[in-house]
T-cell receptor, first 112, second 115 residues
Framework: GEDVEQSLFLSVREGDSSVINCTYT??????LYWYKQEPGAGLQLLTY?????DMKQDQRLTVLLNKKDKHLSLRIADTQTGDSAIYFC????????????FGTGTLLAVQP | DGGITQSPKYLFRKEGQNVTLSCEQN?????MYWYRQDPGQGLRLIYY???????QKGDIAEGYSVSREKKESFPLTVTSAQKNPTAFYLC??????????????FGPGTRLLVL
């Protein structure tokens, strides 16, 4: 079945780069997403990557996709205290339902 | 100002009581979704609806019911059959035009607590 895994916690210092990792199992994934959740709030889409790409950059965010290893990462450059949140990766398993499978989330703590 | 609204922000349920969580969107999106979030876990899909008057069970539908009488509204009822309802509930919506990526947009969530 489909499964998406992430490490639970990452702590970095302000100004450093953060790298959040995700592994997934469904090789038929069409799109892979990164969402950010601040305390007590809904999910905010940060970025996404199509499964036939291996990299996407959007300002401070860089997404790397290794389809062979089913590994996705999100790099945040120059991490700020406002980046502290839970980050979820999700895979779209395609088809008409646009169904997403979410990882368990990684709590990013940015130390000043 | 388009978006998804959920109400209430906090909801308390007594034993044996049914409660209904509201989700409204003015994005003219076709599909709507309900997820449940528990601490330390990802989101799990409860129900989804791709079109008015039609909906399908997700991965954890037992103890829940939904309706989709209007395109903009997708209320979720947590019935007394749901034995562990305490969680954070998130509603999402998306266009369904096929082919292109269709991002799911999320509401702010409703936190349900059992008294």
């Amino acid at each position: 079945g489909e499964d998406v895994e992430q490490s639970l916690f990452l702590s970095v210092r302000e100004g450093d780069s953060s790298v959040i990792n995700c592994t997934y199992t469904d090789s038929s994934s069409t799109y892979l997403y990164w969402y950010k959740q601040e305390p007590g709030a809904g999910l905010q889409l940060l970025t996404y990557i199509f499964s036939n790409m291996d990299m996407k950059q959007d300002q401070r965010l860089t997404v790397l996709l290794n389809k062979k290893d089913k590994h996705l990462s999100l790099r945040i450059a120059d991490t700020q205290t406002g980046d502290s949140a839970i980050y979820f990766c999700a895979e779209s398993i395609g088809g008409a339902t646009n169904k997403l499978i979410f990882g368990t989330g990684t709590l990013l703590a940015v130390q000043p | 100002d388009g978006g998804i609204t959920q109400s209430p922000k906090y909801l308390f349920r007594k034993e044996g009581q049914n409660v209904t969580l509201s989700c409204e969107q003015n994005l003219n999106h076709d599909a709507m979704y309900w997820y449940r979030q528990d601490p330390g876990q990802g989101l799990r899909l409860i129900y989804y609806s791709q079109i008015v008057n039609d909906f399908q069970k997700g991965d954890i539908a037992e103890g829940y019911s939904v309706s989709r009488e209007k395109k903009e509204s997708f209320p979720l009822t947590v019935t007394s059959a749901q034995k562990n309802p305490t969680a954070f509930y998130l509603c999402a919506s998306t266009r369904t035009s096929g082919g292109a990526v269709e991002t799911q947009y999320f509401g702010p969530g409703t936190r349900l607590l059992v008294l």
